[in-house]
């Protein structure tokens, strides 16, 4: 299946691209296209699919929007 995903921040450069549509798999998690697009575990991040926050066990779906970003603090 077909998804669009889109890198924030620091991650663009850990993963290589900023844009990209992926064919992944049915059935893939979010946490497993973390592991697919070598987003380390340990790192910190908040993932989103179509605009709101999505659980790492949670399946994906065909034409998802996913976007990835670094948890960011400060003021």
Do not use: C, W
């Amino acid at each position: 299946m077909k998804i669009h995903v889109k890198m924030i921040g620091p991650l663009i450069y850990d993963v290589g691209f900023s844009e990209k549509d992926l064919e992944i798999p049915e059935r893939t998690t979010a946490e497993m296209l973390m592991e697919l697009i070598s987003v380390s575990k340990q790192r910190p991040k908040i993932v989103t699919r179509n605009g709101k926050a999505v659980a790492p066990h949670e399946e994906l779906a065909e034409g998802d929007r996913i976007a990835v970003s670094p948890i960011y603090s400060g003021g």
